[in-house]
Every structure is written in structure tokens, then in C-alpha cells.
């Protein structure tokens, strides 16, 4: 059984550039949530997507925009990249929006702005 | 907006002994979730135990337990015979229950070193 995915591991931008995100849920899992993980932070909640739609958002400007597909899978858009963008972003699925549903967490892609 | 303190960034234990790590929050909701969740250099977050405020048990996973005092607002993580693996940042998360609520909040984390 094949957890969270996310993809690239790793990205290198230029400010000003736009970068996208991918996501793959764990099977079965219908909820894609996205946080972004500041360096000696915790993760700060980004959005979440549920039925292809965004259900949920936390305090990020429209430069952040997501995507969810038909087969659960996600994707987050960065626009106009801001050196203050540099962080870990964390992708976790789950089933169902909230209740007592784990929310099971991707190893994450790190990006960095130059 | 609920807010999640941890106010220890790093603490350490011995192997085999046990370790305590705090973890208070801010809230006017009556009900809600609670977690620890853990971070090893791996950086994939996984879920060590879980709690609902509801509950008045204090809940356990093994060698994990939490002290959930609601009124207190305080949700502290043990973790009994320490092993060398258990090394990791460890977040607390605060979680409402009702429909407004899907985020995790977290807090800053701790990090926890096991020393042989």
C-alpha cells in the first residue's frame, strides 16, 4: 500500500519564477491538505482540497493556488516566487475532511529561492 | 485562531529513561483533536498518538502516553524507555472538530536527542 508521494524532492527557483507541486495521496484517501514547514518551524496550513474543491485556507496570499484532479491527486502552484517562499512544503491526504481522520504525511519537497 | 506553544526547542534523555515534553494551547472551542506527531531527518511526519477532548482518558500508544488537562489547556507527551530512534522534532497539533475546522495548528516542536 503505497503512502503519500510528492514530487520533486527537491527544487531550486529563481525569485519572481512560478513552481508547481505534485501530490499523490495514500490509497483510498479522498482529502489532500498542503502546509508549508518554515526552517525550525512547524508546518503552517496552506489549504486543503476535497472534491476537487478548496475547502479550506489558511492566511497565504493568492500567489499560493492548488489543484485537485479526479483521481485525488493534488497539485500546488506558486506564483511570482519570493525568497521567503524557501521552505518545506508538506502534502497530507486523508479520508474525509476532518473527524478523528488521521491526516498521513508525505515526505515533503524542498523547495529553495534564489 | 487556536495557537499551539511548545515551549522546550530542545530537550534530552537517556536511553531507557523517560522523557516528558510540553505542550500547551489557546482555545474557546470545547471540542477538538490533539496530536504528536514526529519528524526525523527524514522529514516525513508520522503520527505517534492522538486524543479527543471529549475524552477523559488520557490516551496511550505503547511506550508513548500523553497528560491531556483540559482545564489547563495543557497536553504533555511521555515517552517511557527511550530508544535511540525515538531522536526527532516532535510537534504538537491542535485540531478542531467541528466543520470550520481541517487544519492542523501546530506548534514550534521540540527536539528530542537520545543519548546512549
Known amino acids: 500500500d503505497a503512502g503519500v508521494t510528492q514530487s520533486p524532492t527537491h527544487l531550486i527557483k529563481t525569485r519572481g519564477q512560478q513552481v508547481t507541486l505534485r501530490c499523490s495521496p495514500k490509497?483510498?484517501?479522498?482529502?489532500v491538505s498542503w502546509y508549508q514547514q518554515a526552517l525550525g518551524q512547524g508546518p503552517q496550513f496552506i489549504f486543503q482540497?476535497?472534491?476537487?474543491?478548496?475547502?479550506q485556507r489558511g492566511n497565504f496570499p493568492d500567489r499560493f493556488s492548488g489543484h485537485q484532479f479526479p483521481n485525488y491527486s493534488s497539485e500546488l502552484n506558486v506564483n511570482a516566487l519570493l525568497l521567503g517562499d524557501s521552505a518545506l512544503y508538506l502534502c497530507?491526504?486523508?479520508?474525509?475532511?476532518?473527524?478523528?481522520?488521521?491526516?498521513?504525511f508525505g515526505p515533503g519537497t524542498r523547495l529553495t529561492v534564489t | 485562531a487556536q495557537t499551539v506553544t511548545q515551549s522546550q526547542p530542545e530537550m534530552s534523555v537517556q536511553e531507557a529513561e523517560t522523557v516528558t515534553l510540553s505542550c500547551t494551547y489557546d482555545?474557546?472551542?470545547?471540542?477538538?483533536?490533539l496530536f504528536w506527531y514526529k519528524q526525523p531527518p527524514s522529514r516525513q511526519m508520522i503520527l505517534v498518538i492522538r486524543q479527543e477532548a471529549y475524552k477523559q482518558q488520557n490516551a496511550t500508544e505503547n511506550r508513548f502516553s500523553v497528560n491531556f488537562q483540559k482545564a489547563a489547556k495543557s497536553f504533555s507527551l511521555k515517552i517511557s524507555d527511550s530508544q535511540l530512534g525515538d531522536a526527532a522534532m516532535y510537534f504538537c497539533a491542535y485540531r478542531s472538530r467541528g466543520n470550520s475546522g481541517y487544519a492542523l495548528n501546530f506548534g514550534k516542536g521540540t527536539s528530542l536527542l537520545v543519548t546512549p
Open positions: 482540497y476535497y472534491e476537487e474543491e478548496e475547502r
Open positions: 497530507a491526504s486523508s479520508l474525509g475532511q476532518g473527524g478523528s481522520y488521521e491526516q498521513y
Open positions: 490509497s483510498g484517501h479522498d482529502t
Open positions: 482555545t474557546s472551542e470545547s471540542d477538538y483533536y
